[in-house]
């Protein structure tokens, strides 16, 4: 597995610690949670950016010629996870400011923890070259990420990055045992899931703080 393994990017700068302990905190109102959920999309997006190609392009500074570098435009789609994934696409597209967005809706049944998809707004073929980070809070058993990874494989796609907040140690060995070419970038790797299936020490149900539900 697992949160040892490469693939699996756990990024600790001060700033993204100091933003998640904010984020574990149960007084953060929602306003302020949705506002540190997206600070971290967008740190987290800026290291999921780092292996990105970069081309050379000329220009001219107002004393000379020289040479640039430019990222190349990647065919981006994000992919947030309703609901709680929404909170993260101004942080992502801060980052990718040119990137599709393409929503779907995944829950997980509260009994037996299976993903249900309820809500799908992606189109049926898509260009394999298209790169996909997926963006959820929260990778807990992981049926929700699997599922949502799942349904752009269908359709075509073979180029991943999934973006958490906090993963839990079973969650990364689920994803890893099914699609262990998918890099997941994550603030922390939590100690375990309860007998309810929830992360902890965690920050409870990320949907219900980020809209005020319970
Ligand atoms: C949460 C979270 C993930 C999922 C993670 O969503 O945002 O999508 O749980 O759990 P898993 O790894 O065990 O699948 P939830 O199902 O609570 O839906 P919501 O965002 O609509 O509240
Ligand atoms: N989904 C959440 O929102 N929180 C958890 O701890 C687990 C799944």
Redesign the pocket.
């Known amino acids: 597995m697992a949160a040892g393994s490469s693939m699996v990017k756990v990024c600790d700068h001060p700033l993204i610690r100091q933003a998640l302990g904010e984020l574990r905190r149960k007084e953060t109102v929602p306003l302020e949670f949705r506002a540190r959920v997206g600070e971290l999309a967008r740190y987290l997006s800026y290291e999921a950016a780092r292996d990105l190609s970069v081309a050379s392009v000329e220009i001219e500074t107002p004393l000379m010629k020289t040479t640039a570098e430019r990222v190349d435009e990647e065919k981006m789609i994000l992919a947030p996870i309703l609901r ?1 994934g929404l909170a993260m696409i101004d942080g992502a597209m801060a980052t990718f400011p040119h990137a599709q967005v393409r929503h779907i809706g995944i829950f997980r049944d509260e009994k037996t923890l299976q993903p249900v998809e309820y809500y799908c707004k992606v189109p049926a073929v898509l260009d394999p070259e298209t790169l996909v980070l997926v963006l959820d809070p ?1 990778l ?1 058993t992981g049926g929700s990420a699997i599922a949502a990874i799942d349904l752009f494989k269908k359709r075509g796609i073979t180029r991943f990055k999934f973006i958490c907040l906090i993963a839990a140690p079973e969650g990364i060995a689920n994803v890893q045992s099914l699609h262990p070419e998918v890099p997941i970038y994550t603030a922390n790797v939590d100690q375990k899931l309860n007998e309810r ?3 902890v020490p ?1 920050l ?4 219900d703080r980020c809209f005020g539900t319970h």
Request: charged letters at 10%.
């Open positions: 709680a929260m807990a299936g929830y992360i965690g409870g149900d990320a949907g």
